[in-house]
C-alpha cells in the first residue's frame, strides 16, 4: 500500500508563509483527491482542506482565504500554501487520500509534518 509523504514543515515566525508537500505516487492526479487535516496538541484532528481529481478545491472557515491547496499532476505532488501563518496554526499537518475512483485507496493517511508558529 502506497502512503501519502508530507514534508516542509518547520518552525516559523507569526505572519510568515510555508509550502507543504504531500507526495503519493499513483494515487493522487487522476485517482484520488487529496485532504489535507491538521491536530494540535491536546486537540481533535479537523479538516482544512481538499482538492478533487477534477481540481476542485474546499476550505474550513479557519484557513480560507490565507491557504491555497493545489496539485502537480505530473509528479502526484499536492501542495498546501499557507501564508500569514498564526500561533494557532501550529500543529501537525496530515494528508489523506480521498474520493478515490478505488474505494480501497481512501482513508490512507501519512505520517504528518510539524508546523510551529510562534508569536
Known amino acids: 500500500q502506497v502512503q501519502p509523504v508530507e514534508s516542509g514543515g518547520r518552525s516559523v515566525q507569526a505572519g510568515e508563509s510555508l509550502r507543504l508537500s504531500c507526495t503519493a505516487p499513483g494515487l493522487t492526479s487522476n485517482s484520488c483527491g487529496m485532504d489535507w487535516h491538521r491536530q494540535a496538541a491536546g486537540k481533535q484532528r479537523e479538516w482544512i482542506s481538499f482538492?478533487?481529481?477534477?481540481?476542485?478545491?474546499w476550505y474550513a472557515t479557519s484557513v480560507k482565504g490565507r491557504f491555497t491547496i493545489s496539485k502537480v499532476k505530473a509528479n502526484d505532488t499536492v501542495f498546501l500554501q499557507m501564508n500569514n501563518l498564526q500561533s494557532e496554526d501550529t500543529g501537525m499537518y496530515y494528508c489523506?487520500?480521498?474520493?478515490?475512483?478505488?474505494?480501497?485507496?481512501?482513508?490512507?493517511w501519512g505520517q504528518g509534518t510539524q508546523v510551529t508558529v510562534s508569536s
Open positions: 489523506k487520500t480521498s474520493s478515490c475512483i478505488m474505494s480501497g485507496w481512501n482513508n490512507i
Open positions: 482538492i478533487s481529481t477534477r481540481d476542485s478545491t
